[in-house]
């Protein structure tokens, strides 16, 4: 398996379903239908599938650090409410021009990045795993959200830009990418729908080099045994720690991408229905593969748009429900459990 | 030349002395095995020596150099490995990819993809390298752990009951490979409770009773001390 090097080879492996001539050439459909997509839908269609899209990455980062890290982690959000208020923050200072919120976007995804890592230091040095890190992540999400919310007096600002409380920042630019003549400024339509659709499949395609490298391998290793893992010569605080600030970047930037796409942010964005959305789209999907949390997810998210139809609270029950029937009937998540019955060959 | 050496080392927790003073001197290339009977101190001994936990007092030297405050991971990284009572495999990986994981901090490539075909050999696991690690027997998974432990090429094993739940015949089996080892030049430490693979293997054998240094000597000695009849032994045996 890992006798051939190259990164392309790191594409398939023990850590990741599908390999093969047929995946492949099923992927290839995937993106070239999800390319296809805008041709036959109307903007606001496109628009809103940008939305789904952009929860995808956070799903695929916790699905990094839970699924084949073992370490629940409910501090997906308050990453995402980092990087999503550090994007206003800079944009609302600095303005769009000369590429600015290119760069705001960079800043705000490391920004998210840090803060995971400062956290995950406190937690894997300090020792701190299973019911306890999921606690220790959510406290800090929610003690985000209730500082975010204390916010509405004038004196809370950062230069010129007000945090608002409750009522969240808005009317910072969307993303724009400088070009001779007129910048290309990326709203919720078509060429933003192919920027979102190409970082998806960069961020797919290399999560799945990480995962079946030797890094993957040896967080998979920490999952099933930590004590195995310390004893073979790893110092598995700085694989857990590093697990945990790469998926705390796909978290940031799903912030920047969600900010800039409604172009505002609330501190709810952090609150405890937001913290545990994630964790539900992965488990549903199926927390140890890259594949099935990315098709879970869209489906999960899909569903609950459509339920949210009939009033949002019967949404966020029908999402309860629909996490306690994975756990009692497919604990290794309903996607995953829909891909062996197919496959049937692997374990 | 000394391999491993404690010095006065200590372990309480709270009031309860669960290793005393126990100095302990391993040479270079001895098959030693540490017996005793159940609460002597074994495990936290053993422990002790990996780094997981700190002791209250007292000193541990490895290959000259002083590791008593070294975090676990740096003593494998310097020559030390470990294969623990509970099949320590990584469950839900095949085989073969316990064996890279174990091989992959000094390997790579072709060289890599040999060794774990080699060791799939000497471990007779050849047939099941894409199984899931937990579905091997118990024998086997014992058996991966010590695969993936000697993989390492450390210069000191330690092994906690390597025999654990196994058959006779593959306890004999056991032994003669950790025998095998040893001539190849290997320090190895073993937890054992089964006295027949402690006559098989040990050149030296140290008896823990109450935290402490009870007895030391050859198996032959340690089995004719009938002091160690009476603690460990039961009284019947002395005389067997």
């Known amino acids: ?347 | 030349m000394t391999m491993l050496e404690t010095r006065g080392l200590n372990k309480h927790f709270g009031g309860l002395q669960v290793t005393d003073d126990v100095n302990l001197v391993l040479a270079r290339g001895e098959l030693h095995c540490l017996i005793g009977p159940n609460g002597a101190g074994k495990s936290t001994f053993f422990r002790l020596i990996l780094g997981e936990y700190p002791p209250s007092s007292g000193q541990i030297l490895f290959d000259g150099a002083d590791i008593t405050r070294l975090p676990s991971h740096e003593r494998v990284r310097r020559g030390m490995s470990v294969k623990f009572q509970v099949p320590g495999v990584f469950q839900a990986l095949s085989v073969q990819q316990n064996l890279e994981i174990a091989l992959q901090h000094h390997l790579e490539g072709a060289s890599l993809a040999a060794e774990i075909d080699r060791l799939l050999g000497f471990l007779d696991l050849v047939a099941d390298r894409a199984q899931r690690a937990g579905n091997l027997s118990h024998g086997q998974k014992q058996w991966l752990e010590i695969g993936m432990a000697v993989s390492l090429k450390p210069s000191l094993l330690l092994l906690d009951e390597p025999t654990a739940g196994m058959s006779i015949e593959e306890t004999h089996a056991t032994g003669e490979m950790i025998k095998a080892l040893n001539a190849e030049g290997m320090t190895i430490l073993a937890v054992e409770h089964d006295m027949e693979f402690v006559r098989q293997v040990a050149q030296r054998v140290t008896v823990l009773h109450l935290g402490r240094i009870f007895a030391q000597g050859d198996i032959d000695a340690i089995t004719a001390d009938e002091r160690v009849a009476a603690i460990y032994l039961g009284q019947g045996h002395a005389h067997a």
């Open chain 1, 1 to 347: 398996m890992g006798a051939r090097g190259g990164m392309l080879h790191r594409l398939e492996g023990p850590q990741t379903l599908g390999r093969g001539r047929w995946f492949w050439l099923g992927f290839a459909i995937a993106v070239a239908l999800a390319c296809a997509y805008p041709l036959f839908e109307d903007d606001y269609t496109v628009g809103n599938t940008i939305y789904f899209f952009n929860w995808v990455f956070m799903a695929l980062g916790l699905c990094l650090i839970w699924g084949y890290g073992g370490m629940l982690s409910f501090g997906q959000t308050a990453l995402f409410g980092i990087s999503g208020y550090g994007y206003g923050i800079f944009v609302l200072n600095f303005g769009p021009d000369h590429g600015f919120t290119l760069i705001a976007a960079l800043v705000a995804v490391a920004a998210a990045a840090l803060f995971a890592a400062a956290i995950g230091y406190f937690l894997f040095w300090g020792r701190i795993g299973g019911v306890f890190l999921g606690i220790v992540t959510l406290s800090v999400t929610l003690v985000l959200e209730r500082f975010m919310a204390q916010t509405a007096g004038p004196e809370w600002h950062v230069g010129t830009a007000r945090l608002n409380g409750f009522n969240g920042m808005s009317g910072m630019a969307p993303l724009t990418i400088p070009w001779p003549g007129d910048d290309i400024v990326l709203s919720p339509d078509v060429p933003l729908y192919y920027v979102v659709l190409g970082l998806l499949v960069l961020a797919y395609l290399g999560l799945r080099i990480l995962v079946n490298s030797s890094f993957g391998n040896v967080l998979v290793a920490i999952r099933e045994n930590p004590q195995r893992a310390t004893m073979l010569g790893y110092d598995i605080r700085r694989y857990q720690l590093a697990a945990f600030a790469i998926g705390g970047a796909f978290a940031g930037l799903s912030g920047v991408l969600y900010t800039s796409w409604g172009q505002y942010i609330t501190p709810s964005s952090m609150g405890l229905t937001a913290a545990s959305l994630p964790v539900v789209w992965v488990a549903v999907g199926g927390r140890s593969d890259l594949t099935t949390t990315l098709v879970g997810t869209l489906l999960v998210i899909g569903a609950f748009q459509a339920l949210t139809v009939y009033g949002s609270q019967y949404a966020l029950v029908a999402m309860g429900v629909l996490l306690v029937l994975t756990v009692l009937a497919a604990p290794q998540g309903l996607v995953m459990a829909a891909a062996r019955l197919v496959t049937r060959r692997r374990p």
